[in-house]
């Protein structure tokens, strides 16, 4: 195969994945289509489309993530939010793409927001790739 055609069939795999859990609502600790965190669904996410194990915090995950210019997102990637008092990174979603990622929102659950919102860009901490 073409290394684009691994991406698109990559794209095409997350895009599906991240399609059946939308409006999953938000559980603190839990991993499944009947309630996640944030970290809890990229993990399943990532487990289920890249077959990679990450792990089970979005401080962690961001430890391991490669660190990428936010201009370079490609769909796949992970985004990372300090969206509390401190350095710590609290919030992690996949990158799609066109400025849009899915996460999951403690009031609205899995869904779909853009990096370019307000609060998204208050709270940016960096863009990694593990893949």
Same mark, same amino acid.
């Given at each position: 195969?073409?290394? /684009?055609?691994?991406?698109?069939?990559?794209?095409?795999? +997350? !895009?599906?994945?991240?399609? +059946?859990?939308?409006?999953?609502? /938000?559980?603190?600790?839990? +991993?499944?289509?009947?309630?996640?965190?944030?970290?809890?669904?990229?993990?399943? *996410?990532?487990?289920?489309? $890249?077959?990679?194990?990450?792990?089970?915090?979005?401080?962690?995950?961001? =430890?391991? @993530?490669? @660190?990428?210019?936010?201009?370079?997102?490609?769909?796949?990637? =992970? !985004?990372?939010?300090?969206?509390? #008092?401190?350095? #710590? *990174?609290?919030?992690?979603?996949?990158?799609?793409?066109?400025?849009? $990622?899915?996460?999951? @929102?403690?009031?609205?659950? *899995?869904? !779909?927001?853009?990096?370019?919102?307000?609060?998204? !860009?208050? @709270? $940016? /901490? #960096?863009?990694?790739?593990?893949?």
């Amino acid at each position: 195969f073409p290394s /684009h055609d691994i991406a698109s069939s990559a794209k095409a795999s +997350t !895009v599906r994945e991240v399609s +059946t859990w939308l409006g999953t609502p /938000h559980l603190m600790g839990g +991993t499944t289509r009947q309630g996640a965190d944030c970290s809890g669904f990229v993990g399943e *996410v990532f487990r289920t489309v $890249f077959q990679i194990n990450l792990p089970r915090t979005s401080a962690a995950m961001a =430890l391991v @993530s490669r @660190s990428i210019p936010k201009d370079q997102l490609q769909d796949g990637d =992970l !985004v990372f939010f300090i969206t509390r #008092k401190g350095d #710590k *990174v609290s919030h992690v979603g996949i990158y799609l793409s066109n400025g849009r $990622f899915v996460h999951v @929102s403690s009031r609205r659950g *899995v869904m !779909v927001s853009r990096l370019n919102e307000s609060f998204f !860009v208050r @709270s $940016f /901490h #960096k863009a990694g790739r593990v893949r």
